[in-house]
């Protein structure tokens, strides 16, 4: 099985067939996919100007995607070198049990749904590898009461996600599971009441 760079390398050589070209930008994304498969597949066409069903798009269009998912894959691989160095140190200093951002982290290593958008046509306009860095940048910081990637503050809890987590809260603005470690107490509580609402 061809790993993420002999994918990207097919997508970038000219001699290949321009279908196996799209096939490859296709096949990177069971290696990395922040918002999940679908929905970062939509991204990429939308924000490079080709179809999701075009077999033959332009091969510049199709390496200026490649390009911004490579950004932001090594967006996430620098924070995830960075989190294993962390619970080593942890580790070392006695501190055995992980906390809830590595409860989370265990479900999205490697980068697959990262920031889950479980609409494929919803998900955030701006490039994957800033979404990243306004995630990992909450991460780092105490929790706050809004969306970390678009500063969104309506929060509603979604139950039956094709995710794990498969409930959370989602923004309503730019389509993300927000990692529930970025978010107050008093904020998944209001997300949970936002549900109730809406169900009533």
Known sequence: MAGFRSLARQVRDPRCDLALRRYSLRKCLERFAPYGHRATWDHLCTRWGFGPEDRSPDPARLVAALDELEEARSVWLAYEVEFA?????????GLRRPGSVDDWHR?????????????????????L????????????R????ACPVCDGTRLTWRYDLDHEPSSGPVCADCGILVPAPVL?????????????LVSA
Not at 114 to 119: E, F, I, M, P
């Open 142 to 145: 105490e929790p706050g009461s």
């Open 85 to 93: 160095e962390r619970r080593k140190k942890e580790k070392h200093d």
């Open 107 to 127: 479900m999205t290593w490697g980068g697959f749904g990262v920031a889950w958008c479980d609409d494929p046509r919803r998900h955030p306009h701006e490039p």
């Open 129 to 140: 590898a800033e979404v990243l860095r306004r995630l990992i940048a909450a991460l780092e």
């Open 184 to 196: 107050t107490p008093e904020s998944l509580a209001r997300s949970r009441r936002a549900r109730q």
